[in-house]
């Protein structure tokens, strides 16, 4: 587990990209949250997952991961906006 910066957030916990699961949501800058929906593929190299903008609803079909992605997970809806 690491820690890294986002822009509009600040300096938030990381995990693993090989720890990300379905349902988890993945937190980017300024706050923006996208849900996990199916992880369609892993590689020894890389992850491909479905994903849905929690604002927009849009469902994206592909999310490329490599190995060495941390990602940001927003665990207790720390960043859930009202």
């Not at 993945?26 to 199916?38: A, S, T």
């Not at 890389?46 to 469902?59: F, K, N, T, V």
């Not at 490599?66 to 906006?81: I, L, M, P, Q, T």
């Amino acid at each position: 587990m690491g820690t890294t910066r986002l822009q509009g957030v600040g300096i938030v916990p990381t995990i693993s990209n090989r720890k990300i699961k379905v349902g988890d949501r993945l937190v980017y800058n300024f706050g923006h949250i996208y849900e996990v929906v199916d992880v369609i593929k892993t590689t020894k190299a890389s992850r491909l997952l479905q994903i849905r903008d929690e604002e927009s609803g849009e469902l994206y079909e592909k999310r490329f991961l490599n190995s060495g992605h941390w990602a940001v997970v927003d665990e207790n809806n720390k960043f859930r906006k009202n």
